[in-house]
């Protein structure tokens, strides 16, 4: 099924989605995140179709997230590496897992765990905040445009402001 | 198409996708926090069939990432509001529009920007760091368990193990 494309939407999110927005294309990408860089080892890790996994390769290399490389080892097989836009997408597959941790598990279920290699530490959480550091809550903020001005009244918990420096700095 | 579930998973990034990676939904979360409460809100702002939309609301309200609300203006509406849970997938959001910006648009195309609604200033890049608030590069993690130690090898940059059970204990 061709679903509706918003290859041309103002809004980023809609953009990204409809970039990356499939949920094999997604679970590749963490794959490669893990090293992972074979067809036949995206197939093994994800259990995918080999027709499925052959369109959402192609479709991620068509987008410049993965790109072809030779073998790392020097065999005739090709390899799918992550391109720097690839990898910028990190950032969104760490807040997928912190969300999850938070929210998909039992107290008594094991899960994986993303860690500073150096050190073994669970790594820090992703925080929303101003660009000078503040800490910021999702109801403090509001996408420009029409939404600011015309949503405001019927926002649910009336994404209002914080007092201004009620938030302590943040350091990074 | 009834597609392989990862319910289970020991990966929190797979059970995230599991439970909301539809494409659709993270649109439809996107809209709720913009403020749309309505099915006919959606209906119009997505442009989704009805059919569709109705599944994936139930399947959200199944996920308890939206909740069933009376009419905010008394009417015989019914309204669809983020729970705690929903609110929580915020930094997907916001992680997914920044990446649009960073790679989807144009020099000269216009996007939406994610705004502090108190200042009108754009918020803050959302950043990988350790606990302590050091900033951290995606080569510098690792996910805990085989792939720290199996995968380290063949890792583009280099993502080397951490030191056997050198993970803290993880609370949940």
């Not at 279920?109 to 910021?136: C, F, I, K, N, Y």
Request: hydrophobic share 40%.
């Amino acid at each position: 099924m061709k679903r509706k494309s918003f290859r041309e939407a103002e809004c980023p999110v809609a953009r990204t989605l409809d970039a990356i927005g499939d949920w094999w294309s997604l679970l590749i990408v963490r794959d490669a995140f893990d090293g992972i860089r074979r067809f036949s080892a995206f197939q093994q890790n994800l259990g995918i179709a080999r027709g499925m996994l052959s369109t959402r390769l192609r479709d991620l290399v068509e987008a410049e997230v993965l790109a072809l490389a030779p073998a790392s080892d020097g065999s005739a097989y090709q390899e799918y590496v992550l391109t720097k836009k690839g990898r910028d997408l990190f950032l969104v597959i760490v807040a997928m897992r912190q969300w999850g941790e938070d929210h998909l598990y039992r107290a008594d279920e094991r899960h994986s765990v993303l860690v500073e290699t150096a050190t073994g530490a669970p790594v820090g959480r992703l925080r929303l905040q101003a660009e000078d550091g503040r800490r910021l809550g999702w109801a403090e903020t509001c996408v420009s445009g029409a939404k600011c001005d015309t949503s405001a009244a019927d926002k649910p918990k009336g994404r209002r402001a914080s007092p201004a420096g009620s938030n302590p700095p943040r350091q990074l």
